[in-house]
């Protein structure tokens, strides 16, 4: 669950969101979405059946500016038109935080409460004219949708709430002088918590209020009363007996909304808002500490049932039965079952038959989350535990049964080298490097062992496990050891390609290997052995280009496609250079590069590029290449607060070239254009 620790997530499972239909959410979500800002907002329209004109009326924004804005000719500067035109649409809060990714603007975060206010109105579809009213009760700026509104946008800073005193909408002054946040355990699935927040708060004349949110798996509820009635509530909650006097039964005087749009009338809504941003980030720490270390104990049996064997497996945290969380596994001689239960699978197998009444007519405990045949749905550290307790219950049964079974010593050693390789992944997630790397190096120990023993070709275990050895040494400072386990990746040349040939799930050991060819062709064109950088490349290339599904491969194909072309240019062998160019274009366009951590490549890429063509005396292209280059350097500029001076002088370099383009072909007007557009740089052209 702990992996999922996103705002979305964090409002769903604060409004009682089971976790299937958080998983289903979570899955309709993970759709690749466009980087290029007018499709995504294309495809946005389509999906929530909104047209331009409705999109205009619901944010106040022009309609010809909008118009230009989403079909991306003209580019705005204003975060809040972007958010508003989101709210209008009706986006979830993820493709929200799309859509402002795509346009170089800062993300949403719980930072302060404007920015709770519009997450959290943009999570539950408020719209912009509720969102704005939102933002007016509590004294924030509202969204700019239009320059009528520049006396509401000020310039500002965010007030403390802890320290500045805040004004309600009947003009008294409150300020808050305590505050409280808790997480308490209140279910069997290991993410039922209830969360809780406490402000006490106290106007001008010195009257205090206790200002209250409560969200769990079952409701939720916000609350303010007077510091006597607290008391009083406090105290019979205690057993203690308390007298009513002629105010009334102190549940009388408290004041209780079950959600914030209720609240939202309250003059307590400013108080409301932060107790729910406080309680969001209760459910981050809770969910980053869910995967702590439990005591577990196992126990596993066997039955036949129909002539069929049927193995079943249990995990438990034993220092903490109460919580009934059971990590399962079910093994037929068609199919597995992987579940985490709130019952025992054990007992149930056990005693299901003998008591029935027990169990009632279920043939399994209910589960929380199960997936058939494979691990792939399973929340990351469960799929650890699950794979490790399913290794360990072979090596059990063997011992007892495995003739019949079975199961032999060869799959066990491949089951705990999968064990192991997720135990590995694990700590390199955690950062425990020199785990991750103590794991690898017996994962890569045991592999090798596997091919004597059992002649089973482990290439694809081999190969990749060296790479991640080599990660985690340059992660520990240890270069020089990391290059040793570089080198060994490239001599496993030979049996990588033969495996090539038999098998088809060798997308890692791939990667690992065309990984470190690039870094070899490097270090060749360092050295300035220009032939053997270009092997390199073209093996790369040829190697990925033999199969486009072995991995998301755009970040070491497209280099190499640069580099190759680059070095055939300089051969003089321009022909064959555009077709590797025009390979590399082709990349950019499909994986959206230039929106990505290449952009520096896909910079360098376009003015090659651009300089081939001219030689070429295809002008007209080589004018686009060129413009392409200086844009992306000039938005790299603009987006970055520490600008390297590399980045100026490729700048400068783009457009030395292209004015001498323009100056050779005749486009005076366009070169002074250039000139007038690039003066704020100071460049010496």
Partial sequence: MSSHSNEDVIRMLKNGMPQEVIEEVLKKEKKAYSFVFVD??????????????????????????????????????????????????????????H????????????????????????????????????????????????????????????????????????????????????????????????????????DESGARFHVQGYYSPEFSALSVTDEENFRKMKAYSEGKDVETDENGDPWDNLEIYDELEDASDSEFFRFFLEIDRMTDEKVKEVLSHLDDTANYRMRCNLRIAGGKPCMYAEMYDQAEPARHQYFQVREEADHVVYSASHE????????????????????????????????????????????????????????????????????????????????????????????????????????????????????????????????????????????????????????????????????????????????????????GDMKAAMQDDLEIIELLERDSGFFEAQEILFPAYTDYAYLLDEEERSEEAIVYYEKGERIVRRYHL????????????????????????????????????????????????HVHPSVISALQHYAQGLLKLYRQTGKTKEAERLIRRLEKYHLDL
């Fill in 344 to 527: 025992s699978l054990y007992m149930h197998m056990e005693l299901g038959e003998l008591y029935p009444y027990v169990f009632g007519e279920r043939e399994e405990p209910e589960c929380y989350f199960k997936a058939a045949d494979d691990l792939s749905e399973v929340p990351l550290r469960e799929r650890f535990l699950l794979d490790a307790l399913r290794t360990e219950m072979h090596e059990r049964m063997k011992q007892a049964a495995g003739d019949l079974l079975k199961i032999d010593e060869k799959t066990i050693r491949k089951e705990k080298m999968e064990t192991t390789a997720r135990t590995a992944a694990w700590a390199f997630l955690n950062r425990q490097y020199d785990k991750a790397l103590s794991d690898h190096l017996e994962l890569l120990e045991k592999a090798e062992m596997m091919e004597q023993e059992f002649g089973t070709d482990e290439t694809a275990v081999i190969v990749t496990t060296l790479d991640k050895i080599a990660v985690c040494l340059n992660m520990l400072e240890r270069e020089e050891e990391a290059e040793v386990y570089q080198a060994r990746i490239l001599d496993c040349r030979e049996r990588l390609y033969r495996a090539l040939e038999k098998e088809d799930n060798m997308n890692s050991a791939v990667q690992a290997y065309a990984q470190a060819l690039r870094m070899r062709a490097a270090d060749a064109r360092d050295a």
């Fill in 99 to 202: 859509a402002l990714q795509i346009s170089r603007m800062p993300l949403l975060s719980d930072r302060d409460i404007r920015e709770h206010v519009l997450m959290t109105c943009i999570s539950e579809s408020r719209g912009v004219y509720r969102t704005n009213e939102w933002l007016e009760r509590t004294g924030y700026p509202l969204l700019r949708v239009s320059r009528d509104m520049e006396q509401y946008v000020q310039s500002f800073s965010f007030p403390l709430p802890e320290k500045a005193p805040q004004m309600s909408r009947t003009g008294k002054h409150y300020r808050e002088i305590d505050r409280e946040v808790f997480a308490e355990h209140c279910g069997n699935a290991p993410f039922d918590y209830i969360y809780g927040a406490n402000m006490i708060v106290e």
């Fill in 594 to 641: 230039e929106q990505s951590g290449l952009i520096r490549t896909v910079m360098s890429f376009y003015n090659n590029y651009a300089w081939v063509l001219w030689n070429k005396f295809e002008n007209e292209e080589a004018i686009i290449y060129y413009g392409r280059a200086i844009e992306l350097a000039e938005d790299l500029i603009e987006r970055s607060d």
């Fill in 40 to 97: 995504f907002m294309q495809e946005m329209l389509k999906k929530y059946h909104m047209k331009r004109t409705d999109v205009a009326r619901a944010t106040g924004i022009s309609q010809d500016y909008l118009y230009k804005v989403l079909n991306g000719s003209k580019k705005t500067a204003e975060r809040d038109y972007i958010i508003a035109i989101c709210l209008a649409i009706g986006m979830s809060l993820s493709e929200t935080q």
